[in-house]
């Protein structure tokens, strides 16, 4: 069976570079199921998990949004941040969730409030995943 090559790539380095047989990651759009085969592709990615399945084997990466791409067999999920739950620090994720919650309950200017609302999305994505791997 053929498989898709995986990179999960963010401005610190590559956190994955892998084979696995689908890919499912969650786009502006909605979600995108990728196979071996999938046609080429370019889409912008949410604040969201993607899941990297092999068999029963299923792998899970926080995404702090970015883009996908998909050519031949190939995917490339070039990300703002990523994060592997063994990788998150949940001490350092909720006190982020709760430096954002201030924020956004202050409503000083629109711009804070939209940098607070991204980092409370990646606070609670990054803290899901902990909470799904329990």
Same mark, same amino acid.
């Given at each position: 069976m053929k498989k898709l090559t995986v990179e999960v790539v963010t401005p610190d380095g590559r956190i994955v570079n892998d084979q696995f047989d689908m890919v499912v990651v969650h786009s502006e759009k909605g979600e995108l199921g990728i196979l071996p085969g999938h046609a080429p592709l370019i889409a912008p990615l949410i604040i969201s998990s993607a899941r990297l399945k092999t068999g029963n084997e299923s792998m899970?990466?926080?995404?702090?949004?970015?883009?996908?791409?998909? $050519?031949?067999?190939?995917?490339?999920?070039?990300?703002?941040? *990523? =994060?592997?739950?063994?990788?998150? $620090?949940?001490?350092?994720?909720?006190?982020?969730?709760?430096? *954002? =919650?201030?924020?956004i309950q202050q409503k000083r200017d629109h711009v804070d409030f939209r940098r607070a609302e991204l980092a409370l999305k990646r606070a609670i994505n990054r803290l899901n995943m902990i909470d799904e791997d329990i």
């Open positions: 899970k990466v926080a995404i702090g949004g970015g883009l996908v791409e998909v $050519d031949q067999d190939h995917v490339t999920l070039l990300a703002q941040s *990523a =994060e592997t739950p063994a990788k998150i $620090d949940v001490q350092r994720a909720r006190k982020a969730k709760e430096r *954002a =919650e201030r924020r």
